[in-house]
Nanobody
Framework: QVQLVESGGGLVQPGGSLRLSCAASRSIDSFYNLGWYRQGPGKQRELVAGLTSAGNINYADSVKGRFTISRDNAENTLYLQMNTLKPEDTGVYYC?????????WGQGTQVTVSS
């Protein structure tokens, strides 16, 4: 069993920034895929940013150029730097790690972008 714990969410004004962290109980270098997902009000969960073990990165079109996914293997932590935040970025953000058919999720952290 792998534990994922997110932190860094909160309330921020449009144009502001937040950095989300996801601390894993095991080495994140052993996973095939790592990613951040979000679920806005009345919407389905979507992939925001994904990172493969080979270093390939992809972003949702809505966040491209504003969000950056990264990892620190030494600290077993996945990050999501979010800049120039918009109200439509509001939602619960989840950390995810996959290894084969196994998929692990964090508890989620709320991000609210509002004036």
């Amino acid at each position: 069993q792998v534990q994922l714990v997110e932190s860094g969410g909160g309330l921020v004004q449009p144009g502001g920034s937040l950095r989300l962290s996801c601390a894993a109980s095991r080495s994140i270098d052993s996973f095939y895929n790592l990613g951040w997902y979000r679920q806005g009000p009345g919407k389905q969960r979507e992939l925001v940013a994904g990172l493969t073990s080979a270093g390939n990165i992809n972003y949702a079109d809505s966040v491209k150029g504003r969000f950056t996914i990264s990892r620190d293997n030494a600290e077993n932590t996945l990050y999501l730097q979010m800049n120039t935040l918009k109200p439509e970025d509001t939602g619960v953000y989840y950390c995810n790690a996959k290894y084969g058919i196994m998929s692990f999720w964090g508890q989620g952290t709320q991000v609210t972008v509002s004036s």
